[in-house]
């Protein structure tokens, strides 16, 4: 508990976010040696053991056990970040489109049909927008957040993460209430704007925070969404980070959902008292070209590129925080 409230407190937290949805064990394990090589001092996996596990063990590679804290994500049946894409076979014509335009490299063609590699798949839905033939939905493939969170209490987390973006006030209280009745440490509260009013989160994260628990906000600006690295891609996190501290919500924030490296300064400029950023899509966009190869861990000259690449995100963050 002390090493992610001394992380929180500093005032600089940098979070990577593999994916509530990615079970990827090999990517993960990637890509927590490069970022917590890099200084980001904070993993966010799925709540499972093996995932877990990559995750430390990518972090032991680098070195940083002691510098870095583990978070896993729960969350509800209706928030996006624990879905996975499901391809109608009927429906699809071949055309191919969702295959190029998948981050995660989860879609391919087997017997002539559309398949998705679902320990890859991190729900984002970038396909289903893409899809002309609405061929692809997304459906929730996880167990309740306080039941997935039952096999993990004897190991070494120092955070849970709570997706809950939903329209129904009671399914998300109802569900704190019982990750409380299970978990006694730190808890982030992850949620956006998308499915209630301005008045509606406030009052819900209100009724939340008070608890005797240390409480994160990750202000989720537009999930998944940090494909770019622009002001106008992280707008939408920095007004709901703005939102929260106008509405005194005085808990650990960090921001989320189209973070780059232009967030922190974007809140600076704006007046938003941040404690950290978490990056998802963009940090590991930056670095795929270097951790897809099988011999990665073998390979000096991909590992120097990966943590390169990650630590000029860190240092164009932590210049702002
Ligand atoms: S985009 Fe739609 S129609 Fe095209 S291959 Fe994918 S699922 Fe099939
Ligand atoms: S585009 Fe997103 S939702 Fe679709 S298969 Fe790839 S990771 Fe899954």
């Known amino acids: 508990m002390e090493k992610i409230k001394n992380i929180l407190a500093g005032g600089k937290c940098l979070k990577l976010v593999c994916g509530a949805g990615n079970e990827d064990v090999k990517e993960i394990e990637k890509l927590s040696y490069v970022y917590s090589s890099a200084g980001f001092n904070m993993i966010d996996v799925s709540a499972k053991n093996d995932i877990l596990n990559a995750a430390i063990s990518g972090i032991k590679r680098a070195g940083q056990g002691n510098n ?3 978070c896993v994500s729960v969350g509800l049946q209706e928030d996006i970040h624990l879905t996975k ?26 017997d002539n049909k ?12 970038i396909c289903i927008n893409q899809c002309k033939n609405e061929a692809i939905v997304s459906e929730h493939k996880y167990k309740a957040p306080y039941a ?11 955070c849970v993460e709570f997706h809950c973006s939903s329209s129904n006030e009671e399914h998300i209280i109802d569900s ?51 494909n770019s690295d622009d002001y106008k891609s992280t707008l939408q996190t920095v007004a709901f980070g703005e939102l929260l501290r106008s509405n005194k919500i005085d808990v650990f924030l960090i921001l989320s959902g189209g973070t780059n490296s232009k967030t922190s300064q974007l809140a600076k400029m704006c007046n938003v008292n941040i404690n950290g ?19 990665f861990f073998e390979n000096q000259t991909l590992k120097m590129q990966a943590i ?8 164009n963050i932590l210049k702002y925080l």
């Not at 950023?277 to 011999?295: C, H, T």
């Open 176 to 226: 704190w209430n019982k990750i409380l009745s299970v978990y006694n440490g730190c808890l982030s509260i992850c949620i956006d704007r998308a499915k209630l009013s301005d008045d509606k989160v406030i009052s819900i994260v209100k009724k939340m925070i008070n608890t005797k628990n240390d409480i994160m906000i990750q202000a989720d600006g537009k999930p998944m969404s940090g």
């Open 85 to 110: 894409a499901v391809v109608n076979n009927i429906k699809c014509e071949m055309c191919g489109n969702c295959i190029s335009v998948c981050p995660q490299g989860a879609l391919f063609i087997e």
């Open 68 to 70: 870095t804290a583990l």
């Open 277 to 295: 950023v978490a990056i998802g899509s963009y940090a590991r966009k930056i670095v795929k070209p270097f951790i897809n190869s099988d011999d």
């Open 308 to 315: 390169n690449a990650a630590k000029e995100l860190a240092d």
């Open 148 to 158: 997935m969170l039952l096999p993990l209490l004897s190991e070494q987390i120092d």
């Open 114 to 125: 559309i398949l998705v590699d679902e320990k890859k798949c991190i729900g984002c839905s």
